[in-house]
């Protein structure tokens, strides 16, 4: 997680319009080319200087599969976001949030900690916009 979030800051440019799109998932069926990636250890990146803390819009929608009390896992896990800040407001199928990208990146790693003890099978479709034209 921390990697795509550096790529997002590394990318960014004062007043230039960018978005991220992401998807992350657990237990797809059939899906085990990239499994033993999932093990390995993972070295943190140093860098020179602070990265910017960028102010962000988010769209993103959370998927789970398998259990058929789905929502309260769903619910609990926007519910992490409210408390990290990030002002979570319902749309069809999706919820918008808005913040800094650390606050954002904190809640995605909190969200699918949760969601991989809790929940065999999800996907988390993620749109993330800076400096849109539409939010000014």
């Not at 020179?48 to 988010?58: F, K």
């Not at 919820?95 to 949760?114: H, M, P, Q, R, V």
């Amino acid at each position: 997680m921390n990697i795509v979030k550096a790529a997002c800051q590394l990318a960014y440019t004062e007043s230039v319009h960018t978005v991220y799109e992401l998807t992350f998932s657990k237990g797809c069926p059939g899906d085990t080319d990239a499994d033993h990636y999932l093990n390995e250890e993972i070295t943190p990146i140093k860098f020179e200087h602070e990265l910017p803390n960028i102010p962000v819009a988010c769209k993103y929608s959370f998927y789970a599969f398998g259990d058929a009390d789905y929502m309260k896992d769903i619910e609990k896990i926007v519910n992490m976001a409210e408390d990290k800040g990030l002002n979570p407001e319902g749309m069809h199928y999706a919820t918008k949030l808005t913040g800094s990208i650390d606050d954002l990146f904190d809640y995605f790693n909190e969200a699918l900690s949760y969601a991989h003890e809790h929940i065999r099978h999800y996907v988390m479709e993620v749109t993330i916009s800076v400096n849109s034209p539409s939010e000014g």
